[in-house]
């Protein structure tokens, strides 16, 4: 596997070489296409348009990218598949921070072509960003079914503190109408409960996030707004 260029041995994992997919594992994935943890790629034409599916996988449940798989599911594979490597990981290094673990490899098709395959691992280390040299401004990614969407305020935050223990809320008013809102309705939105209790936006997203990394409510990631349930 690698951080950043460094090979390591996830002990975890056990025998290497025994979690690397073959041709016929790659076919039976590609066959339920793309979703929360996979993601298809002809090729790495523009490698800063990639890294952010890999960086969304590290921020989520982790994941496999295909490089050489069509959106409609068609293994073709790729000429130049070392090329292709080069430039992702290069882009990796370049545009990825903190590193993420992620093992890359080859699978050779029939045809002499060959399947690029990035496998991300989740994160302990969460958020990742990817900061292009034309933006000055980090970019948090995370996957949502088989979409790779921006990250709000207040998924980074909880992203960023989910594995903190002694997290606590006190109940009060404000959290009375939020959960009486939830029951009501299914769902509430922060602006939503910026309008029902009157109270500054910086208040309502703290209430939100401590409700969530407390686990009374869990936040569905979207790329207008998120939405919060009860959990």
Not at 90 to 101: G, V
Not at 145 to 158: G, L, N, P, V, W
Request: charged share 30%; hydrophobic share 40%.
């Amino acid at each position: 596997m690698r951080i950043g260029s460094e090979i390591l041995l996830d002990r975890s994992l056990g025998d290497e070489e025994e979690n690397l997919l073959d041709l016929r594992n790659l076919r039976n994935l590609v066959r339920h296409g793309e979703g929360l943890r996979l993601e298809f790629k002809m090729k790495v034409k523009f490698p800063e348009k990639i890294i952010k599916e890999l960086v969304a996988f590290a921020n989520t449940e982790g994941g496999h990218l295909f490089v050489g798989v069509s959106d409609a599911g068609v293994i073709e594979g790729v000429k130049f598949a070392e090329e292709e490597q080069f430039l992702l990981e290069r882009a990796i290094e370049k545009f990825c921070f903190p590193a993420f673990t992620y093992r890359a490899y080859r699978i050779r098709l029939d045809n002499g072509r060959e399947v690029l395959v990035y496998q991300v691992f989740e994160s302990v280390d969460k958020p990742h960003f990817v900061q292009l040299d034309a933006d000055p401004h980090p970019i948090c990614y995370v996957r949502v079914e088989d979409r790779t969407i921006q990250a709000s305020k207040e998924m980074k935050q909880i992203l960023r503190r989910q594995n903190n223990d002694g997290i606590s809320f006190a109940y009060g008013e404000i959290e009375r109408l939020l959960l009486d809102h939830i029951r009501k309705n299914g769902h509430i939105t922060l602006a939503q409960l910026v309008q029902e209790a009157q109270i500054p936006i910086w208040l309502a997203s703290r209430k939100l996030v401590l409700l969530v990394l407390t686990r009374v409510l869990k936040i569905e990631p979207g790329e207008s707004f998120d939405t919060y349930r009860l959990n």
